[in-house]
């Protein structure tokens, strides 16, 4: 792998000349609590700390609304809205974010790739950036707290400035032109205060170990009663799902013209918390109560995705940080486990 | 995989639709109707090719998707049948087309049923309702390739004596059939009035003139059925290993993405458009919440 | 596709726009809406005191609007007449869905006293009764919810209802189209009683993108998946006291049976 160092500064020229090759976003404070990555007007107001965006990244390949086609009813003929092919540019995606983005990968562009999200992941570029973990945080025991694939350039913080990783070729070419210019070389102090960094944030995790075997436990436990108790607490409304980095539930409206002669095919993200997520004609729900959209949610996120090798939750905290009821997700599953004070 | 070529291959977008023509329609029971279509593109229309068991998204546009299986003989190219029930917002609209009209449809989608395990075997193919739908598509295939089965039993049961889909149509078939070893069951559960056998098809296990040891069993009905008929099957000595069902949920894609028809626990998380909607006993049996 | 049955586009359907009592602010958003004349084009108004004196009342029609709540006798014979001559009967708007502000004395006062408490001994020229939402007295085929409800439900209800059909029904809350509006969540941030948990979505939680938290004017999710009792554990946890929570439930709410159950669930008491 090709490493580089780029002193803060300089990642604010970057940033600038980033701008110039397609709408880049970054992680931007909006409210005392939360952050939300926006396009970036000013490159002062780039956020290099921060624990997790309200949105997910997910929604810049995927957005949570969009007319997939436009149509004509005599003709019937469907005439596809593909996206355009601007470049966007995500700066600051945590580790967790970027896994997440390869598990919708595995699912979005399989044996029947979708064209849409397909076309905006292909015109995408990722830069990751490193962090430290809070309370919520739990990416470590999810195996994904330090990530080898899914970003062009990685962005690990030093004292001075970052230490980059070249990710992929797309990487490189944004490297290249600023190669002595803004990017220099990494000198052994440089790994040195990496070494620290990544030591810190170890040691800051809540909890450690892995939780490989949550899955079984999630299965052999079908019935614990932590599930009655906390769905009790839960408002369904779908806050856990829709700000997570790896739902990918969506549903689809055709809206008809005034005139019945043409129309839009839309389709805008969905969650299984919700009623008509299980429901089907006769008014049949595979998913009746509310215990059981709950239980759904905990299954669907603790299962195994074989193209990361992970489960679909990476651990980015967002369904607990962003609960209203203040159901926490973590805790909820280390009680399942029998896992007791953060060890497996 | 079969070397048949599905109109997906080639296409860049996974959910356009190909425009299919209604050549005609029937009326099989109060709520249900049978529809021919043929495709309108002749390439498609020679090439288009399915499994017993998958199902198509039909669209009418400005209404919406529903999947529907599809009940005609694979066998049969340039058109396909679909039995749809008059259930809600879309299929009622479906209901009211004439012939000539178009429909869009997309697949066929879902893994359907593993004929080619089956070959060489005797067949049990168990329908309740609306579930004769798909197993009339594995029912005429086995007819149509007769030589590769050993007998064949089909037992189709309805609540009530008019809702048995395509009743007819297996009553003509009744002679034939006796001289081809196959055995057609047709029974009502809940109609004291039906001119016709009563009980539901666990009843008529003596009508069966299959091998269990030697069997395969295909059925397609409420997940409650399902539950009955196995501990029935294996209470007979059926091989478990050639028991498959299939499963409903609701769908919206058909291709493994809209994550509506999602099922299983997290061991065992699966997508019944795509990994089903057949499944098999074992996989029933040890994934809870499937049935 | 035949715009609606036996039509084929040919005849125009007949629609009716009543008001029973109401602020008249569903009807002028009926009326303002962008494409109105495309819709006039589309339809044939039989009655719409709103944009033309030639109405008449009750026409017969294929779909009548209906906003206001039942809150006086003449109300409640009007909306029987309305049904008589209507095919598809549409509530438009909170008074209609839900009762509207109007119904907030519900169960907690009689129609005497409140009449008491805000006419005093006056009298007035009609036989009042104690708001109501129109399904409490006749079938109602489909709802638009909102104070006022939206210009895009609206134009899906008739786009859809020209073609035959109706709109799916949103069946989650404000909480999700908050969430994907990308909002910080008040209740979150500051723990102030918002009720976006609760209430039906459609308005792309207009209030908090304004920074004010959800009243519930689009009232509460249907199919009995407005978990009053949820939310108001989270309000307790957070402080709010019985009363002011039942308050604002009951601005829009107060005619959903589950609440007073669900509430007492919570924080226990005789009511
Ligand atoms: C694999 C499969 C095969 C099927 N085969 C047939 C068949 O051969 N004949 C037949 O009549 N019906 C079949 N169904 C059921 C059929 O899909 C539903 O009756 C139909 O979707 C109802 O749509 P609607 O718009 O009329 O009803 P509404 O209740 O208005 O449904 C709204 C939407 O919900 C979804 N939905 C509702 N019910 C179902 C359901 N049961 N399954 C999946 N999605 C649903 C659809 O996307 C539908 O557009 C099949 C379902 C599945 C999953
Ligand atoms: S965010 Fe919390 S309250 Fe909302 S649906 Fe999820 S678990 Fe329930
Ligand atoms: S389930 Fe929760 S913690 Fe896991 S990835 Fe989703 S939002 Fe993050
Ligand atoms: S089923 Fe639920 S938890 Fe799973 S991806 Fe869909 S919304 Fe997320
Ligand atoms: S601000 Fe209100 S509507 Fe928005 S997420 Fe929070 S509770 Fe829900
Ligand atoms: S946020 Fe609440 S009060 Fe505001 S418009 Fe929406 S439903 Fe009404
Ligand atoms: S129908 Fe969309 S995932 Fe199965």
Redesign the interface.
Do not use: Q
């Given at each position: 792998m090709r490493y580089v160092k780029i002193s803060k500064q300089n990642t604010y020229e970057f940033l600038e000349r980033l701008k110039k090759i397609g709408t880049l976003y970054a992680p931007h404070k909006i409210s005392e609590k939360f952050f939300d990555f926006c396009e970036v007007d000013d490159v002062k107001d780039v956020m290099f700390e921060y624990q997790r965006t309200i949105r997910p990244p997910r929604r810049f390949f995927y957005p949570e609304r969009e007319v997939l086609f436009t149509f004509d009813t005599r003709k019937v003929e469907l005439y596809e809205n593909l996206p355009s092919d601007k470049k966007q540019i995500l700066f600051g995606v945590h580790s967790c974010d970027i896994v997440a983005l390869r598990t919708m990968d595995s699912k979005f562009i399989d044996d029947q790739p979708d064209p849409y999200y397909k076309s905006r992941r292909e015109n995408g570029i990722v830069i990751g950036l490193s962090c430290l973990p809070d309370e919520y945080c739990f990416c470590n025991v999810r195996r994904v707290e330090f990530v080898d694939a899914g970003f062009d350039l990685f962005f690990h913080e030093l004292p001075d400035g970052f230490l980059v990783r070249v990710g992929t070729v797309v990487g490189h070419k944004l490297v290249d032109p600023y190669e002595g210019e803004l990017f220099e070389e990494v000198c052994p102090d440089d790994t040195e205060n990496m070494s620290k960094f990544e030591e810190k944030r170890t040691s800051m995790f809540t909890t450690q170990g892995n939780w490989d075997n949550l899955r079984y436990f999630m299965e052999l436990r079908l019935n614990h009663p932590m599930y009655i108790r906390e769905s009790e607490k839960c408002l369904g409304c779908g806050n856990c799902t829709l700000t997570c980095p790896s739902c990918k539930c969506y549903d689809v409206q055709d809206i008809p013209s005034i005139d019945g002669r043409t129309g839009e095919r839309i389709r805008f993200w969905d969650s299984c918390q919700f009623r008509s997520h299980g429901l089907v004609a006769g008014d049949h729900n595979f998913r009746e109560t509310k215990q059981d959209r709950f239980h759904n949610r905990y299954q669907c996120k603790n299962s195994y995705c074989s193209a990361t090798t992970t489960s679909f939750c990476v651990g980015c905290g967002r369904c607990t940080y962003f609960c209203p009821a203040d159901i926490q997700f973590k805790k909820n599953l280390m009680e399942i486990a029998g896992y007791k004070g953060g060890y497996s | 995989m079969s070397q048949s070529k599905t109109q997906d291959e080639g296409k860049e977008n996974i959910y356009d639709t190909a425009k299919c023509r209604l050549l005609r329609k029937y009326k099989l029971s109060e709520s249900d109707k049978l529809f021919l279509f043929r495709f309108e593109d002749p390439e498609i229309a020679t090439n288009w090719r399915f499994k017993p068991g998958q199902f198509v998204e039909v669209s009418l546009l400005g209404l919406g998707e529903v999947p529907i299986s599809i009940c005609s003989s694979a066998r049969r190219m340039g058109f396909f049948e679909l039995c749809i029930r008059n259930a809600g917002r879309v299929t009622s609209q479906i209901h009211k087309l004439q012939p000539g009209s178009l429909v869009g449809i997309r697949g066929p989608y879902g893994n359907g049923f593993p004929m080619e395990q089956f070959y060489n075997r005797d067949l049990l193919l168990v329908a309740a309702g609306l579930g004769m739908a798909p197993l009339r598509s594995v029912f005429l295939y086995a007819i149509d390739n007769r030589w590769l089965f050993g007998n064949i039993t089909i037992i189709n049961s309805a609540k009530f004596g008019n809702e048995l889909l395509f009743k007819r149509e297996l009553e003509a078939m009744k002679d034939i059939a006796t001289a081809e070893d196959i055995s057609i069951v047709q029974t009502a559960t809940r109609d004291p009035d039906f001119k016709g056998l009563h009980g539901r098809a666990t009843s008529h296990f003596e009508k069966v003139n299959v091998d269990p040891k030697n069997c395969a069993v295909a059925m397609c009905g409420p997940p409650a059925m399902y539950k009955g008929m196995f501990e029935e099957l294996i209470a007979r000595g059926y091989d478990p290993r050639y028991i498959f069902v299939t499963l409903e949920r609701r769908m919206k894609c058909g291709v493994g993405k809209c994550g509506h028809c999602n099922i299983g626990t997290a061991t065992s998380w699966k997508y019944a458009c795509k990994d089903g909607p057949v499944f098999d006993y074992y996989a029933i049996t040890s994934i809870p919440g499937l049935i | 596709?035949?715009?609606i049955?036996g039509c084929d586009?040919e005849c125009q359907p007949r629609v009716g726009v009543y008001a029973l009592t109401s602020c008249y602010g569903c009807q002028l958003k009926l009326a303002t809406v962008q494409?109105i004349m495309?819709?006039a084009n589309?339809v044939s108004f039989e009655s719409f005191y709103m944009l033309s004196s030639a109405s008449k009342h009750p026409a017969d029609v294929d779909v009548a609007f209906v906003e206001g709540s039942v809150s006086t006798e003449k109300d409640l014979e009007e909306l029987y007449e309305i049904r008589k001559h209507s095919r598809i009967l549409v509530a438009l708007g909170a008074c209609s869905v839900n009762g509207g502000v109007q119904s907030w004395a519900e169960g907690e006062m009689t129609h005497e006293e409140l009449h008491a408490k805000v006419y005093g001994t006056g009298k007035i020229g009609m036989k009042g009764l104690q708001a109501t939402p129109i399904s409490k007295h006749v079938e109602v085929d489909y709802y638009l919810p909102g104070c006022p409800p939206e210009e895009d439900e609206i134009?899906?209800f008739?786009?859809?209802f020209?073609?035959?059909?109706?709109?799916?029904p949103k069946?989650?809350?404000v909480?999700?189209e908050c969430?994907?509006a990308?909002n910080?969540?008040i209740?979150?941030?500051r723990g102030e009683p918002?009720l976006?948990?609760?209430t039906t979505a459609g308005c792309k939680a207009r209030c908090i993108t304004f920074n004010v938290p959800c009243i519930g004017c689009r009232g509460p999710?249907p199919?009995d998946?407005a978990?009053f009792?949820?939310?108001a554990?989270?309000f307790k946890?957070k402080g709010i006291s019985k009363d002011q929570v039942r308050e604002r439930f009951r601005i829009f709410g107060a005619h959903n049976p589950n609440l007073e159950p669900m509430l007492k669930k919570i924080y226990g008491g005789t009511d």
């Open positions: - | - | 596709m035949a715009i049955d586009g494409k495309e819709i589309a134009m899906y008739i786009s859809a020209l073609f035959g059909t109706f709109p799916e069946d989650y809350p909480c999700s969430r994907l990308g910080p969540c209740l979150i941030e918002c976006g948990p609760v999710v199919h998946t978990w009792d949820s939310l554990m989270t946890n």
